[in-house]
């Protein structure tokens, strides 16, 4: 039914402990593991925060939130930010709908991102 979701990774050379990955496709229970086993690979990096740059995805179920939710987790219990930022409005919407907008950072775009953990103190 779905493509898989492409996941592409990138490092900003000025905030080291800053992992960016940019999600596209369709986000749900077909592809949810491989993703999560991916990014759980970066992170064995020793990146501290972790940027979701979702401008791309068209698509997320409820196996996709709980990708979501699993990461933020193991950011936090490391003492780092993760940060939403491009959601498309229906991405959003699932945020806002069920109430989880609250236990996340978004920021409008991915330059705004990385400049909110420049400047957090939590980043440092």
Excluded: W
């Excluded at 749900?28 to 086993?37: A, G, I, S, V």
């Excluded at 959601?87 to 907008?101: C, Q, S, Y």
């Amino acid at each position: 039914m779905t493509s898989a979701v492409r996941l592409d990774s990138h490092l900003d050379p000025t905030l080291p402990d800053v992992l960016i990955v940019v999600l596209g496709g369709e986000l749900d229970y077909t592809n949810t593991e491989h993703l999560r086993y991916r990014v759980l690979e970066l992170l064995e990096g020793g990146h501290r925060h972790l940027v979701l740059d979702v401008g791309s995805l068209t698509f997320c179920d409820s196996t996709g939130i709980r990708i979501f939710l699993m990461l933020r987790t193991l950011i936090t219990d490391r003492g780092g930010i993760i940060v939403l930022s491009d959601l498309p409005p229906a991405i959003e919407r699932i945020f806002v709908m069920t109430g989880l907008n609250s236990y996340f950072t978004f920021q409008p775009t991915r330059a705004d991102a990385l400049a909110l953990l420049r400047t957090s103190p939590h980043a440092l």
